[in-house]
């Protein structure tokens, strides 16, 4: 048994170090993509605080005693931190609906930390009838142990606080439907990459939102309740009234290697929505006046580096062809039922988070380098620019047909690779074979090893300007 409640203060601080690492690294950054969400700019701000609070406590309690009236000053510093962390709660729960082991994690943590300062306390009520004086502790491996979660914890409230200040300054950029009539709109995909920055900034401009989620009170906690969040069409009657569909639906292509059984996921999660979309169309009593339907370039297939791909090219070969094709043909009855159809050929999207961050995580730690020879082509495009696109085809009623969604600057890929190490001054020398990926990978490959030379000439010969026509230029804002 330990000798005194010192001791069992750093044991519990170790634990809840160790915990807390365990939530931030997990629960914030993988499962919730925390720093990334354009409505967690006030928790990140909260997170900063007590992290860079929580690193001072954590320093502290492992080495320095506080007698006499110094008591009174880490007392203070103590019941801060608690009432963060209780306030940090209350917005996490406010703000969106935490996963079961979140939840969990957090009531351990609480307990046990009632336990740690609970038994520090009485660390304290002996310290108190001491001459006041702050006394260097000697606490052996646990103090070294205790030092590094302190600096862990502080880094940790620095990234948070970057990042909240990231959000601040994409909240501040122009809101591109802001200045659109008022637009009634169903949305599907709307928890999405593209889908959650669409609805957020379509309800800030003050429009009316109805999101088609497969969780409903997750959609309702990350847009605030300020968006109707249903699960399914059925829930549609055929008395509502929208001015326009925007369909974002579909699961992500890259994940499990594409076996019949993840292929024919893919193909549901996009043709089996849109025909949905289409049946409850066919009963409305009122119909919308726009469709505005997201597709691929994958539609073009594997093609040589140097042939350019306008909107009338040719389809290519293989699955991903098959998919954005017949996704593309399943809004087609749309526009026989009259509406204004607008479909999208997506590119590579680059924003705060999805596709991006895990090409630059080798970067990050100087590992990174091109993929295969490097000479194969990405058509890419920023977030920023597809909701301008989308805002635009939700305003102009003289957009119609297919319009290629890429930034004018197709880029190789050893090109991105040398981009992003020189922006963010790392080396780019660890390149990855290519045929022994294909080999794990299977046609799933193609998304990184092949690629297509995409040209964005419809919306630039209608007058669209690109928020960021250059790779350097997206980077530079999003690193």
């Known amino acids: 048994m330990f000798a005194t409640p010192l001791d ?11 915990m807390g690492a365990f939530d931030t690294l997990y629960h914030h950054e993988l499962t919730v993509g925390l720093p990334q969400r354009p409505g967690a700019r006030k928790e990140l701000t909260l997170h900063a605080v007590r992290a860079l609070l929580y690193g001072v406590v954590f320093a502290a309690l492992a080495h320095v005693g506080f007698h006499g009236l110094w008591v009174a000053a880490i007392a203070a510093l103590v019941l801060v931190e608690v009432g963060l962390t209780l306030w940090d709660f209350v917005v996490e729960d406010n703000s969106r609906k935490l996963p079961s082991t979140e939840r969990v994690l957090h009531t351990v943590l609480a307990i046990n930390g009632g336990a740690l300062f609970g038994l520090y306390a009485w660390q304290l009520a002996d ?20 030092s590094l979660f302190a600096a862990g914890i502080a880094l940790s409230g620095v990234r948070d606080a970057l990042a909240a200040r990231k959000l601040g300054q994409a909240a501040a950029t122009p809101n591109p439907f802001a200045d659109l009539p008022h637009q009634r709109v169903l949305v599907t995909g709307g928890t999405g990459f593209i889908g959650e920055a669409l609805v957020s900034q379509l309800l800030a401009a003050g429009h009316n939102v109805t999101v088609l989620a497969r969780d409903p009170l997750n959609a309702a906690y990350l847009f605030h309740g300020r968006a109707r969040c249903v ?7 055929s008395a509502e009234q929208f001015d326009a569909i925007i369909n974002l639906a579909g699961a992500p292509v890259v994940g499990p290697r594409w076996s019949p ?10 043709v089996g929505t849109t025909q949905a979309l289409q049946a409850w169309l066919a009963r409305a009593t009122h119909k919308p006046a726009t469709w505005i339907q997201a597709s691929a370039i994958g539609y073009y297939g594997v093609r040589p580096a140097d042939e350019l791909l306008h909107e009338d090219s040719r389809a290519g070969q293989g699955f991903m062809t098959e998919l954005c094709a017949r996704w593309e043909e399943s809004a087609q009855p749309a526009q026989r039922q009259g509406l204004r159809l607008v479909t999208l050929r997506l590119g590579l999207v680059f924003g705060p988070g999805g596709a991006l961050l895990p090409l630059l995580l080798p970067h990050r730690f100087g590992l990174g380098g091109r993929m295969g020879n490097g000479r194969q082509i990405m058509s890419w495009v920023h977030r920023d620019d597809v909701l301008g696109m ?3 085809a939700l305003g102009d009623g003289t957009m119609q047909g297919t319009y290629n969604a890429v930034a004018p600057e197709a880029i190789s890929q050893a090109d991105f690779a040398q981009t992003i190490g020189r922006l963010m001054h790392r080396p780019v020398f660890l390149h990855l074979p290519a045929a022994p990926l294909r080999l794990v990978m299977g046609e799933m490959a193609q998304l990184f090893f092949d690629g297509q030379r995409v040209v964005p000439h419809r919306l630039q010969s209608q007058g669209y300007v690109f928020r960021y026509p250059t790779l350097a230029g997206a980077l530079r804002a999003l690193i």
């Open 8 to 18: 069992w203060v750093l044991n519990l601080l170790i634990l809840q170090g160790l």
């Open 127 to 146: 310290w108190a009838s001491l001459p006041s004086a702050l006394v260097s502790l000697d606490t052996g491996w646990r103090g070294c142990l205790l």
């Open 231 to 237: 699960p399914a069409l059925d829930q549609l009657h």
């Open 261 to 270: 059984q993840r292929k024919a996921q893919l193909l549901a999660s996009r």
């Open 390 to 392: 989308i805002a635009r």
